[in-house]
């Protein structure tokens, strides 16, 4: 067994096989390796991948039928879930184990190409010993002689390609339906890719055909990358399925595998594979590949797209791509800037490793985390000194958890301290008034169901002394996009005063109303400008006119109706002298004679007598006492 040194990560990679063992060489001790600095790390066993023909073709160190125990008894096969160019994925069941897995076979078609089956073997064994979080763990690989198939069984994850939850996502944002973490998902899930290809890498691994389609985003957050069926080990020869093209048509979308001299998928290969020369190839053409997936997550297409896979090779080698902002203008421009430079034509360009792309993206998240955060403790501070300066008590209701939150002002206009009184929604509603309580809930459900477009109500809280405090009561509901309210928040103020105030000024109203309806004279009160502000019933008849004629009207129209006592017209110039409150400080008179109904004059004095309550005597009101002449 020999050992090649010449990989990333200082982790050795064996490419050979004990042609006289029958079983897979799997070394699964591990071993102590000193470094330069003295300390003493764990070193991952050698990856083996060659493949070496024995007698009759099989290969040697894979499972038969017979040492496998029959293995087709142990599988129970379940519907094809998917193909690939040339694999099939199929569900089944573990017999022994009861549990779900995946089979992957060749493609029934390839089975008697012999450089195929040793590519399928290869893959089982590189993604078999690729034991990292972001890789499909392999149970088992089972080959057979002759004519049989070789197929290996993996976990079976459930979920979606990143290239279906890309193209989603942007679908939504285009419809306006964008989810608030649709992108930080995406990103994220892109940074575990970066983090399993480093260490793929690391083994001296290069994928060769990384695409959002070779991503899947399992149901419960887990991130794998796919179908290392092209994979190459560094520092290894090519076996003849690249050293001569393999008898197939080029596909007819850009987007599937070649296999063969040009190994790769065209939308998203790195310019370099275009060439076919596999020695030139190395971890920078993941790099590239890294960059079209990421391309893809901020576009929702490939950095290439054309009408066939010849259009869209010549695209890859001669044309850079169109910038992510160009197509969506919010994408972060730091963001932009890694992608870009991870799909430069020379591999020089791109960045050092997959592990610098993927810090790249980390850092820039942490950046916007960081300055979140800090906009968060402004806004929490400026919201602070806002309740703090406020008389108005807030509060803010969580519809979906019931949690409530009362400000220490809330508490404190029905006379709790913030530590007395806890932050529950019973705490409110248990100190509703009586009589007000059923209203003022239905109220608020009304408003937080949509019946109602704002919510503003004056009701009775119980003060901790046992009186009650009147309360105007604003709240206005927070809903989602199909309407439904989540979060209602609003502010009590206390008007207990102002209601007091209010009795106190209708109580006065009260007594004002009862002494002028009581007296016996007619009282008008009038403005500057001669317009009637209020009369009593006494003045109306007074003046031979109805109620509803008096509210309102003009005294100096009203006067035109009249004589003076001599008989002509009302002096219109002697009323508005009258109206003066600026003449002289005694009272003036003036007799006119109104007409009735009933034809008999009605000769009747109007007294002027200023009303105090504005500084400006021009602009106060006058009082007019009219009794009979």
């Given at each position: 067994m020999s050992t090649d040194k010449r990989n990333e990560g200082g982790k050795p990679l064996s490419n050979n096989v004990d042609a006289g063992s029958r079983q897979p060489v799997v070394e699964l001790k591990r071993t102590a390796v000193y470094t330069p600095s003295g300390s003493v790390e764990s070193q991952s066993p050698p990856l083996k991948t060659t493949v070496?023909?024995?007698?009759?073709?099989?290969?040697?160190?894979?499972?038969?039928?017979?040492?496998?125990?029959?293995?087709?008894?142990?599988?129970?096969?379940?519907?094809?879930?998917?193909?690939?160019?040339?694999?099939?994925?199929?569900?089944?069941?573990?017999?022994?184990?009861?549990r779900e897995v995946a089979i992957k076979t060749l493609r029934p078609e390839l089975l008697e190409h012999s450089q195929l089956r040793k590519r399928f073997i290869q893959e089982a064994r590189i993604t078999g010993q690729l034991e990292h979080p972001g890789i499909v763990?392999?149970?088992?690989?089972?080959?057979?002689?002759?004519?049989?198939?070789?197929?290996?069984?993996?976990?079976?994850?459930?979920?979606?390609?990143?290239?279906?939850?890309?193209t989603d996502y942007h679908r939504k944002r285009l419809a306006g339906e964008e989810e608030l973490l649709g992108l930080v998902a995406l990103l994220n899930a892109f940074v575990t890719v970066c983090n399993t290809v480093a260490y793929a890498h690391s083994r001296g691994v290069i994928h060769r055909d990384l695409k959002g389609d070779n991503v899947l985003l399992g149901d419960f957050g887990e991130v794998f990358v796919l179908d290392w069926g092209i994979a190459k080990v560094l520092g290894t020869s090519e076996d003849a399925a690249d050293a001569r093209p393999v008898s197939h048509a080029l596909p007819s979308k850009p987007v599937q595998t070649i296999e063969g001299q040009i190994v790769g998928t065209p939308a998203y290969m790195a310019p370099e594979q275009t060439e076919g020369r596999?020695?030139?190839?190395?971890?920078?053409?993941?790099?590239?590949?890294?960059?079209?997936?990421?391309?893809?997550?901020?576009?929702?297409?490939?950095?290439f797209v054309g009408s066939n896979t010849v259009e869209v090779l010549a695209m890859v080698m001669r044309d850079a791509p169109v910038p992510p902002s160009q197509i969506w203008p919010d994408v972060p421009r730091t963001i932009e800037a890694?992608?870009?430079?991870?799909?430069?034509?020379?591999?020089?360009?791109?960045?050092?490793?997959?592990?610098?792309?993927?810090?790249?993206?980390?850092?820039?998240?942490?950046?916007?985390?960081?300055?979140?955060?800090?906009?968060?403790?402004?806004?929490?501070?400026?919201?602070?000194?806002?309740v703090r300066g406020s008389q108005d008590g807030l509060w803010d209701w969580d519809l979906l958890t019931n949690e409530v939150?009362?400000?220490?002002?809330?508490?404190?206009?029905?006379?709790?301290?913030?530590?007395?009184?806890?932050?529950?929604?019973?705490?409110?509603?248990?100190?509703?008034?009586?009589?007000?309580?059923?209203?003022?809930?239905?109220?608020?459900?009304?408003?937080?169901?949509?019946?109602?477009?704002?919510?503003?109500?004056?009701?009775?809280?119980?003060?901790?002394?046992?009186?009650?405090?009147?309360?105007?009561?604003r709240g206005v509901a927070l809903r989602d996009a199909d309407g439904k309210a989540y979060r209602m928040a609003g502010s009590h103020v206390d008007i207990t005063a102002w209601k007091?105030?209010?009795?106190?000024?209708?109580?006065?109203r009260r007594q004002y109303r009862a002494v002028v309806e009581s007296v016996?004279?007619?009282?008008?009160?009038?403005?500057?400008?001669?317009?009637?502000?209020?009369?009593?019933?006494?003045?109306?008849?007074?003046?031979?006119?109805?109620?509803?004629?008096?509210?309102?009207?003009?005294?100096?129209?009203?006067?035109?109706?009249?004589?003076?006592?001599?008989?002509?017209?009302?002096?219109?110039?002697?009323?508005?002298?009258?109206?003066?409150?600026?003449?002289?400080?005694e009272p003036r008179g003036l007799v006119l004679v109104f007409g009735t109904d009933g034809g008999i004059p009605n000769r009747v004095a109007l007294e002027a007598r200023p009303m105090d309550?504005?500084?400006?005597?021009?602009?106060?009101?006058?009082?007019?006492?009219?009794h009979s002449a």
């Open positions: 070496s023909d024995a007698a009759g073709g099989a290969d040697p160190s894979v499972q038969t039928v017979a040492d496998a125990a029959l293995p087709e008894l142990r599988y129970a096969m379940g519907q094809l879930h998917a193909e690939g160019g040339i694999g099939q994925v199929w569900l089944a069941r573990d017999t022994q184990l009861d763990p392999v149970h088992e690989l089972v080959g057979a002689a002759g004519s049989a198939a070789p197929f290996y069984s993996m976990r079976f994850v459930r979920g979606r390609t990143l290239a279906e939850a890309a596999s020695a030139r190839i190395d971890s920078r053409a993941d790099i590239y590949g890294l960059g079209a997936i990421l391309y893809e997550i901020l576009t929702g297409r490939p950095p890694a992608c870009l430079r991870a799909l430069s034509k020379k591999p020089a360009d791109r960045q050092d490793s997959a592990a610098a792309l993927g810090l790249e993206i980390q850092t820039w998240q942490e950046v916007q985390r960081r300055q979140a955060e800090e906009e968060l403790r402004r806004s929490r501070e400026r919201f602070e000194l806002a939150f009362f400000s220490p002002r809330w508490k404190s206009i029905i006379g709790y301290e913030d530590h007395e009184l806890p932050n529950h929604l019973d705490e409110w509603e248990q100190r509703l008034h009586p009589d007000e309580r059923e209203r003022v809930l239905s109220a608020n459900y009304a408003h937080i169901n949509g019946t109602t477009s704002h919510y503003e109500y004056e009701y009775r809280l119980r003060h901790k002394d046992g009186s009650y405090r009147w309360i105007l009561a007091q105030m209010a009795h106190n000024l209708e109580t006065v016996p004279c007619g009282i008008l009160v009038v403005d500057p400008h001669g317009n009637i502000r209020d009369f009593n019933a006494q003045a109306a008849q007074a003046l031979g006119v109805t109620g509803e004629q008096l509210a309102g009207a003009s005294l100096i129209d009203l006067c035109r109706r009249a004589r003076g006592e001599d008989g002509s017209p009302a002096d219109a110039g002697a009323i508005r002298v009258l109206l003066r409150t600026d003449a002289e400080p309550g504005c500084d400006a005597a021009d602009q106060s009101d006058t009082m007019i006492i009219i």
